[in-house]
């Protein structure tokens, strides 16, 4: 799957891409970090969060260094216009990054000043991702891809919701639509799990990502919607 490149991103395309790096390149032995602003240190646009969301990241490449290990993130930012003042609120950031050093001295990294003058941008929160019931972060990648959100619902064209790393594997996918004869995808489209035993039967080294989904329209038939990852596609924990 090709990487979004515009600015003005189709929001489906955007997040769908940004749900893929995350299945593909994270697991629960992962950090998942939430960073919040004290009011001082609030920024005014989004374009300053992003200054000071840089330079946390290249606190955060000295510090893997150090240990010989290297970087591998992924940023959301989340935030609300006032519409009485036109003015950002509520703004924070959700970060993903592979493990590493410990959580502690990643938290020490949301900071500004050095030595006596050190002192926290706001409150910081590193966890270890946690598993899906279905397995792999499904959950953290739908939440961390859906919540983010402009004013009107849309996506503002001209910002970045979200950027990742260089380094990141890079998921891709194929389409095949010559698999199944009609009667074998009405049969998994009626089927009870909407066809997952068929499917993992005929895919054996892919998992099912989320929920199957399956719709009906008069004028073109049965739709079916699902995501496989390949077991392989997963980096090691």
Known sequence: MSRPAQRNLNDKNSKQYAKWLLYSNFTEKDYYLTLTYKSKYLPATPDDAKRVIDNFLSKLRRLYKKTNEELKYMWF???????DTGYVKRLHHHVVINRGPSRDAIEDCWSVGRGKKKEKLGRTHADLIQMSESGGI????????SQEKYKNGRWKKGQKRWSSSKNL?????TKNDHKYS???F?????????????????YPEYQVIGEIKVRHFEDSGWHITVELLRHDAIRPG
């Not at 930012?77 to 519409?83: A, G, I, S, V």
């Open 77 to 83: 930012t989340e935030f609300q216009y006032d519409d």
């Open 138 to 145: 499904h959950d953290l990648a739908m939440y961390l891809t």
């Open 169 to 173: 594997v890079k998921p891709y996918e």
């Open 182 to 184: 009609l009667r074998k």
């Open 186 to 202: 009405e049969k998994i489209a009626t089927s009870t799990d909407a066809g997952e035993e068929i499917l993992l039967k005929n």
